[in-house]
């Protein structure tokens, strides 16, 4: 279905033009639940690995970068608002590794409707226009190009 969809764009397109070189540690399935899952590494980066249905759908880890991204693939529910961040920080407090919360759509159209609720600081991928992201600021990136 289109999560399913989605999740195939996340690996890629998303990945390889926003977080390249990074191995994918686990995706998600609506059905199957898990799918590619590495424990070890996960375990290892400090992860806690809970109930499937509090993991993000997609889990990315950039080594050159000690960067972790943790994607949700929205097509109806799910995106990265503030209950989802805590969520997620709790389940990674012993991760050392830098986080990057990302919000994927399929279109902008389903953006729209998720946009209010979004956290700040949380990035947006879009799949329709999968070159350019959507970055909810915080305290970061303001300055001069």
């Given amino acids: 279905g289109k999560h399913n969809e989605l999740q195939k764009a996340i690996i ?13 540690l686990y995706v998600g399935d609506t059905i199957e639940k898990d799918l590619v899952k590495s424990v070890d590494k996960l375990e290892k980066l400090g ?22 991204y943790f994607v949700e693939s929205v097509t109806s529910v799910g995106p990265m608002d503030s209950k989802r961040i805590l969520e997620i920080t709790e389940m990674t ?3 050392v590794a830098g986080k990057i919360f990302v919000t994927a759509f399929l279109d902008f159209k389903t953006y729209k409707r998720f946009s209010e609720t979004l956290a700040w600081e949380t990035e947006v991928w879009i799949a329709e ?10 305290d970061k990136f303001l300055g001069p190009r």
């Fill in 93 to 95: 407090k012993d991760v």
């Fill in 47 to 68: 992860f806690e690995i809970t109930l499937h249905d509090k993991m993000p759908d997609v889990v990315l880890y950039r080594e050159d970068k000690n960067w972790i």
């Fill in 12 to 24: 890629e397109e998303f990945a390889p033009r926003f977080a390249p070189n990074s191995e994918c």
């Fill in 129 to 138: 226009m999968p070159e350019h992201m959507i970055h909810l600021n915080g």
